[in-house]
């Protein structure tokens, strides 16, 4: 008569919670920066010539705005990383990984746009004290309205297209809790 056969090795939670909060804290904010600005334009073009115009721009963009989506995204993109090895190692073998990423980068793509409204506001308090109502109401509608809403739907939209790219390539790397 044999043994009965061993249960199978459990993978410890904090070797690949470190990598799954390593790799969406580096790979986040350059997937959300790439899609940020094709999205932001898409949600601002009007016409036709606006969009041709914007694409031209979008693609010199790219180049500069991936330092400010490290700058503001890294901890985001981090902490997104660690909710989602939570969520994976939480959620039964059959729950959807990435789909699931998505919704977490766009609850804390909702959270980092509530930050920066904060800060937004704030500056504009700041411009209107020291230079006066003018400049205020210059930063002011610069923030404010249709232009500000379209950014905040290619925020959020970015924010879970990143989180998605990251668990797929977290799975594909071998990062998952439940393999």
Known sequence: MSPPPAPPAQ???FAPALGLVALFAALGPAVGGAVFIPLALVAEAQTQAAAHIGWIAGLIGHAFVLVPAYIIGFLPAAFTG???ALYDAWAPPTAPRALGAGIIGALFAHGLYLWLVQAGTAMVGWVRF?????AGNVVYDWTAGEFDASLYHALIASGAIAAFACAAAARLLGLSMRD
């Open 11 to 13: 993978r410890g939670f």
């Open 82 to 84: 660690l909710a989602y």
């Open 130 to 134: 020291d230079l006066g109502d003018g």
